[in-house]
């Protein structure tokens, strides 16, 4: 199913349905402040199994996580002093953190290590999600592996053409400024390393 929206004014039916197919476990292909992403419920395991096969990702790469504020982070992740002083100048925004998890979520989100990439991004139609929804959704780039992340949309229906595996629901905004997947930094060693610049 494929939804067209004016990112300017989603519309409450449209964010309501978008919602709804999140929190039965589908799969959504959505506008972000980088690229067009996926996103799923990161509570609700087949809904992430969905993402490694939709993508053709190894299970090898685990999935970040959107969440809509500190409050929501800190029900997931473990954040000392040092790593919030970091995340209260740098969120919301274009930076994933890599930190301690809680093992909380779902098989796929979190690394072999027991740790998770996070981030709160600083874009509206991502918050009115968050008001229907009050749970983190993991999140990557709508791309089949191997492949660019994409702002096209064009770009975006032709890679799922044709596939046998096939989101729930592709939200059409249009193409987007152009943009980059967010930078990742790892906050569980002694100093922030960049993983992805």
């Given at each position: 199913m494929i939804i067209a929206a004016d990112p300017k004014?989603?519309?409450?039916?449209?964010?309501?349905?978008?919602?709804?197919?999140?929190?039965?476990?589908?799969?959504?292909?959505?506008?972000?402040?980088?690229?067009?992403?996926?996103l799923v419920d990161a509570r609700n395991k087949k809904a992430v199994e969905k993402i490694f096969k939709i993508k053709?990702?190894?299970?090898?790469?685990?999935?970040?996580?959107?969440?809509?504020?500190?409050?929501?982070?800190?029900?997931?992740?473990?954040?000392?002093?040092?790593?919030?002083?970091?995340?209260?100048?740098n969120w919301p925004g274009k930076i994933t953190v890599i930190l301690k998890s809680k093992n909380e979520l779902a098989e796929g989100v979190e690394t072999k290590n027991?740790?998770?990439?996070?981030?709160?991004?600083?874009y509206e139609?991502?918050?009115?999600?968050?008001?229907k929804i009050d749970f983190p959704m993991a999140q990557t780039s709508a791309n089949i592996s191997g492949k660019e992340a994409?702002?096209?949309i064009k770009e975006i229906l032709g890679q799922f053409e044709g596939e046998k595996s096939k989101?729930?629901?592709i939200?059409?905004?249009?193409?987007?400024?152009?943009?980059k997947p967010s930078k990742i930094i790892d906050l569980t060693a002694e100093n922030p390393i960049t993983l992805r610049f």
């Open positions: 004014n989603l519309g409450e039916e449209i964010v309501q349905k978008i919602a709804e197919i999140i929190k039965k476990g589908g799969l959504v292909i959505f506008p972000t402040d980088t690229v067009y992403g996926i053709e990702r190894p299970k090898t790469k685990p999935l970040a996580i959107f969440v809509k504020d500190m409050e929501m982070a800190e029900k997931y992740v473990f954040i000392n002093e040092k790593q919030r002083k970091f995340l209260e100048k027991e740790t998770i990439g996070i981030r709160i991004p600083d139609l991502i918050n009115l999600l968050f008001k994409t702002t096209k989101p729930d629901l939200v059409d905004a249009g193409d987007l400024p152009e943009n």
